[in-house]
T-cell receptor, first 112, second 115 residues
Framework: NAGVTQTPKFRILKIGQSMTLQCTQD?????MYWYRQDPGMGLKLIYY???????DKGEVPNGYNVSRSTTEDFPLRLELAAPSQTSVYFC???????????FGNGTRLTVT | QQQVKQSPQSLIVQKGGIPIINCAYE??????FPWYQQFPGKGPALLIA?????SEKKEGRFTISFNKSAKQFSLHIMDSQPGDSATYFC??????????????FGRGTQLTVWP
């Protein structure tokens, strides 16, 4: 099994551009999450989903959008990139609420 | 505002030493406290977790101590090895009215174990 796969691994965006960070998992997990990690700040939850068609905001949702049309995929959309969105983005999944999170290896995004 | 406060920011120990990382929280609704380990270029991976109904939990060389009245918990790594060199994050979440995966992370501790 591949686990949680994130693409791309690296991306540089100009201010105002848009992009979608892809996340897919092959473990048939119901719960999926997007976190961002800034240096020295830990990880902060952006959005999460408890199943296909259901999404909810996390701690820092502004400037992002998500959708969950299938169990496997949970893309994160940045509509108008800003320098404050420079970060490493991690997607995670779990089978149920009480199971541990499995993280992908992240997407490093720079907005200049 | 940081919901979970973690210290120290960095820690250097000799092989065989016992590094201790401390975390504190304010929200008494938190009822799940995991520790994650992260190597460079990788995502975090769950190391060990504790619920507030126990004061200590051991898994191999890793121990969580939990003090509910003080709202503090800590990670101890026994007989530390160079392979334990990584960044460690404590976290917290609540079950009721939320999802356990909705984690609030500490800022992380960069551990270096010298051979």
């Amino acid at each position: 099994n591949a686990g949680v796969t994130q693409t791309p691994k690296f991306r540089i965006l100009k201010i105002g551009q848009s992009m979608t960070l892809q996340c897919t998992q092959d473990m048939n997990h119901n719960y999926m999450y997007w976190y961002r990690q800034d240096p020295g700040m830990g990880l902060k939850l952006i959005y999460y989903s408890v199943g296909a068609g259901i999404t909810d905001k996390g701690e820092v949702p502004n400037g992002y959008n998500v959708s969950r049309s299938t169990t496997e995929d949970f893309p994160l959309r940045l509509e108008l990139a800003a320098p404050s969105q420079t970060s490493v983005y991690f997607c995670a999944s779990s089978y149920s609420d009480s199971n541990p999170l499995h993280f992908g290896n992240g997407t490093r995004l720079t907005v200049t | 505002q940081q919901q979970v406060k973690q210290s120290p920011q960095s820690l250097i120990v000799q092989k065989g030493g016992i590094p201790i990382i401390n975390c504190a929280y304010e929200n008494t609704a938190f009822d799940y406290f995991p520790w994650y380990q992260q190597f460079p270029g990788k995502g975090p991976a769950l190391l060990i977790a504790i619920r507030p109904d126990v004061s200590e939990k051991k898994e191999g060389r890793f121990t969580i101590s939990f003090n509910k009245s003080a709202k503090q918990f800590s990670l101890h790594i026994m007989d530390s090895q160079p392979g334990d060199s990584a960044t460690y994050f404590c976290a917290a979440s609540q079950d009721r009215g939320s999802t356990l995966g909705r984690l609030y992370f500490g800022r992380g501790t960069q551990l270096t174990v010298w051979p």
